[in-house]
């Protein structure tokens, strides 16, 4: 189908290093959302992009973490010198109106 | 900050069994959408309510939106097993493009239904 993709679907990595969670958002949609979801609780927001504009970087935990955006369709989540604390699913989600549409998310487990 | 509270946290029930699951609000919001997750998939948009004292019909599922555009509430008849997940409600600021985007969500539902 055309949804929304993330990869990698799970990833286990070690504490300090770097991860690189990739979204693919539905083609034609302006708008691309970053949140986490620790174990059976709601959303957190992380990152917003919309068009050409500069991103929404109000939710992210700490400079640690980034994003960014190419050609207005991919984007790229890293999380730098990964913490226990950064486990959680990672969420991704592209929009062309206010529906959301949301990709299967990451598994991030940092050991 | 507008925040959306959603009650009950939690609800494990019997096959059969009816109930409703609210989202309030202090703020205003232009529509109201709920979606409901599975484990390991993403949130999926049920439905969406725009005008105040809208009531949306799915199958078992009757979503309503306050007169004030501030509260919803989410009623399941006749729950089935096939209804368990994570329900979300999200609300679409009035100020398009502010903090969070466009869309403000609650902490969800944890709905259980036993057979």
């Known amino acids: 189908g055309a949804g929304v993709s993330q990869s990698p679907s799970n990833k286990v990595t070690e504490k300090g290093k770097d991860v690189e969670l990739r979204c693919d958002p539905i083609?034609?949609?302006?708008?691309l959302y970053w949140y986490r979801q620790s174990l059976g609780q709601g959303l957190e927001f992380l990152i917003y992009?919309?068009?050409?504009?500069?991103?929404?970087k109000s939710g992210l935990p700490s400079d640690r973490f980034s994003a960014e955006r190419t050609g207005g369709s991919v984007s790229t989540l890293t999380i730098q010198r990964t913490q226990q604390e950064d486990s959680a699913v990672y969420l991704c989600?592209?929009?062309?109106?206010?529906?959301?549409?949301f990709g299967p998310g990451t598994r991030l487990l940092v050991l | 900050t507008q925040l959306l509270e959603q009650s009950p946290q939690f609800l494990s029930i019997q096959e059969g069994e009816n109930l409703t699951v609210y989202c309030n609000s202090s703020?205003?919001?232009?529509?109201l959408q709920w979606y409901r997750q599975e484990p390991g998939e993403g949130p999926v948009l049920l439905v969406t309510?725009?005008?105040?004292?809208e009531v949306k019909k799915l199958k078992r599922l009757t979503f309503q939106f306050g007169d004030a555009r501030k509260d919803s509430s989410l009623h399941i008849t006749a729950a089935q097993p096939g209804d368990t997940g994570l329900y979300l409600c999200?609300?679409?600021?009035?100020?398009?493009?502010?903090?969070?985007?466009?869309?403000?969500f609650g902490k969800g539902t944890k709905l259980s239904v036993k057979p």
């Open positions: 989600a592209s929009s062309l109106y206010e529906t959301q549409y």
């Open positions: 083609s034609g949609h302006t708008a």
């Open positions: 992009f919309q068009g050409n504009s500069a991103p929404d």
């Open positions: 703020s205003v919001f232009s529509s």
């Open positions: 309510v725009v005008t105040g004292g």
């Open positions: 999200a609300g679409a600021s009035a100020n398009y493009g502010g903090s969070q985007g466009n869309l403000i």
